[in-house]
């Protein structure tokens, strides 16, 4: 929390706030109204995480989140119970973390990469902008360990009523030691590349505090205020923020931060005095970090344990969002303020999509999970007890509920009448039920069938209606990914456009001053084919114009650099990509992601249905009117990478070429069409 709140309903100061310490931290004035404003948007927000919803079945956000993570984690928990009691079954099934994670291992077969559209100002769409920014964004995404990442995204989505995810530019700087001449050692500073770059971080959702749960299902960015908190170390904080920001006195700013502790506006203070206060979810070593994204003011400030860091000279004008998006708005291009996070979940909650939380697979499975586990702790103590039968003894004597363990036997007086305890007519009963807990749960999350498990029998049609079952299951579930990867996808273009397309100057002979642009070179593949991209950003195209023989001319040229001849047009791996970065910066770019082929990949559909369609084309009665020669490359180019890296290997030599008839021999192209060679016309109108 930023602090408790200290007055009673009368506006009085509670006994226990009288006595507060006055901080040594007291920023201007602007600077204590933004805090107070933000004081009272996170108490908005931290009383909403703690309320209880119908949608949660009277639970508070965290309380449901809590409960469905121990529906994934089959969590027991340690109670204390009585010796009498202890024989208990006290263990938990794995079936609900069993149909959990058979659903991530379809979804995650089913991982994608967003597919680019681009077009520029005048609407014309641009398919080698779109290549190009398609190829850094999967290199990006890839250096930011994108599959691993989607695996724990696509869990949190299962497990939580949401998953965060916030792409970030992160510019690490790491302590190096250099050994000098003499022997000694000196420290440097250096970026460091492992940790530096895009970032794609898994938010814990208790850290995200929203200003309003009636906003619209996995809706942001139509949020007022969204609050970040951190409960980071104090060494951390000191890296990141030490030496940074100064007071009017020239005081380092982070001097202020005390571990433990945070600083309160008191309401109703005229003087708006900042007080010192112990920060209630932190420990003498921690402090708070709390971010504000104010996205319609085109605001974002930071309060390390209570102390602003940020600009403090017109703080309303002068702290913008960092993350932004270039768009273009009535014929200008303008910088828009866009919040760095994406939400994404199971399915909706709401039917109206009102409700900006969604409904977990683990809570879908919680009461079935809950019966199940019940039914089988209660088959368990009835077969041991069946097995190990209780003496129950009549006569003169008193026996209670101690003497019910298995292998009990009570003494008693001479004449007594000896009965063994029988539960065996209702221990059928009991496994009959767990069966039917058992397809209710598969009803609600995933079919035996699908987790691999083949019951013995088990027909075709059942195996199919299972199938069909998964499919309809994941395909809400497909939606809400495809959106999720859209998303990823365009913050991750805001910031390849933002970092790729800006020069750095190098300082030239005669003060002269040169812009250097950078290069990229990403490795890939192509019809199962491995190649070499070489994005080269390059200012030598800006502000020129260009006849068509002299685009011509220099498609030709990059075409000749990637080691191509008239012959062997196809042979080349590299590919080579000169790119306008003023142009490239300035097209309208479009993210899409196919629900339909997540959910094909995810059951293992796609290469069925190209094989399915394979057959359809070589069937003799259709064969006649295709050109076999394409289908043939493209079933090599499809299946031809699980034999060899390069599947062009695998076609004959003589295999004619597209339109080239059996026997004949190639032609050289009259034009050249240099495959992946990229011109400055090609990616937008050039800069006059």
């Known amino acids: ?19 507060l310490s006055k901080s040594k931290y007291q920023p201007s004035d602007e600077v ?29 956000l965290l309380d449901r989140t809590r409960l469905d993570q121990e529906t994934f984690a089959a969590f027991v928990g340690i109670k204390w119970e009585a010796k009498h009691k202890r024989w208990r079954w006290k263990g938990r099934k794995n079936t609900s973390r069993n149909k959990l994670i058979g659903i991530l291992a379809h979804v995650i077969a089913g991982m994608l990469y967003p597919y680019v559209n681009a077009r520029n100002q005048y609407n014309k769409p641009d398919k080698m902008a779109a290549r190009v920014m ?3 964004i999967e290199d990006h995404l890839d250096k930011a360990q994108y599959p691993v990442k989607f695996l724990f995204i696509v869990l949190s989505a299962l497990v939580h009523p949401a998953v965060f995810i916030q792409v970030e530019w992160v510019e690490a700087i790491q302590n190096i030691k250099q050994k000098l001449a003499d022997g000694t050692y000196t420290t440097i500073q250096a970026v460091d590349e492992i940790l530096s770059g895009l970032q794609l971080n898994t938010i814990p959702i208790d850290e995200i505090l929203l200003s309003d749960f009636f906003s619209g299902t996995g809706n942001l960015q139509n949020l007022p205020v969204i609050t970040r908190v951190r409960r980071i170390p104090w060494d951390v904080a ?7 920001f100064y007071d009017k006195s020239g005081k380092d700013l982070f001097d202020y931060v005390e571990a433990g502790k945070t600083r309160i506006v008191l309401t109703g203070n005229e003087n708006q005095e900042l007080y010192d206060i112990e920060w209630t979810e932190a420990d003498g070593d921690f402090v708070q970090e709390i971010t504000f994204y104010y996205r319609s003011d085109d605001l974002e400030v930071k309060f390390v344990g209570g102390v602003f860091m940020g600009n403090d000279a017109d703080v309303y004008n002068s702290n913008p969002f960092r993350h932004r998006r270039l768009t273009l708005i009535k014929g200008q291009w303008l910088s828009i303020p866009v919040l760095p996070f994406v939400m994404g979940g199971f399915e909706p909650l709401d039917p109206a999509g009102r409700f900006a939380y969604f409904k977990s697979a683990a809570f879908k499975a919680f009461w079935d999970d809950q019966a199940l586990n019940q039914m089988h702790r209660l088959a368990l103590d009835g077969t ?6 209780v003496l129950l003894i009549s006569g003169i004597g008193k026996v209670d509920s101690t003497v019910m363990v298995p292998g009990a036997v009570v003494g008693m007086p001479a004449g007594a009448e000896v009965n063994p305890f029988s539960l065996a007519p209702n221990i059928k009963a009991i496994y009959d039920s767990i069966q039917q807990q058992e397809k209710d749960l598969s009803d609600s999350t995933q079919d035996n069938i699908m987790q691999g498990q083949q019951t013995p029998n088990t027909t075709a049609t059942q195996s199919n209606i299972a199938t069909q079952n998964a499919k309809v299951m994941l395909t809400v579930f497909g939606i809400f990914i495809a959106k999720l990867i859209q998303e990823v996808g365009r913050l991750s273009m805001d910031l390849i456009i933002d970092r790729t397309t800006i020069p750095e100057l190098d300082n030239l002979v005669g003060g002269s001053l040169d812009p250097q642009f950078r290069s990229f070179f990403i490795k890939g593949s192509e019809g199962g084919k491995q190649v070499n991209h070489n994005i080269i950003f390059t200012a030598k195209h800006m502000g020129k114009q260009y006849t068509q023989k002299k685009i011509e001319d220099l498609e030709w040229e990059i075409y000749q650099r990637t080691g191509n001849t008239p012959k062997e047009q196809y042979q080349s791996d590299q590919r080579i990509y000169e790119v306008n970065p003023y142009q490239f910066a300035r097209m309208i770019y479009d993210m899409e992601v196919d629900p339909d082929e997540i959910t094909d990949k995810s059951l293992g559909a796609t290469q069925q249905r190209k094989i399915a369609a394979a057959n359809i084309l070589m069937n003799p009665l259709i064969s006649p009117f295709t050109n076999t020669n394409e289908v043939a490359d493209s079933i090599i180019d499809e299946f031809g990478g699980d034999l060899s890296d390069d599947p062009d290997k695998l076609k004959k030599s003589s295999m004619p070429t597209p339109g080239q008839q059996p026997g004949q021999q190639p032609q050289n192209p009259v034009q050249p069409s240099p495959l992946g060679a990229v011109t400055p016309q090609s990616i937008g109108q050039p800069v006059l």
């Open 238 to 244: 000191r890296e990141q923020y030490a030496g940074r």
């Open 32 to 60: 204590k109204k933004l805090w107070s404003r933000c004081q009272r948007d996170y108490q908005i927000a931290y009383a909403l995480q703690h309320r209880a919803f119908k949608e949660f079945d009277g639970y508070s």
């Open 384 to 389: 041991a007890l069946d097995v190990m039968k």
């Open 134 to 136: 398609k190829i850094l």
């Open 1 to 19: 929390m930023i602090g408790q709140k200290i007055l009673d309903s009368d506006g009085k100061v509670l006994d226990q706030y009288k006595n």
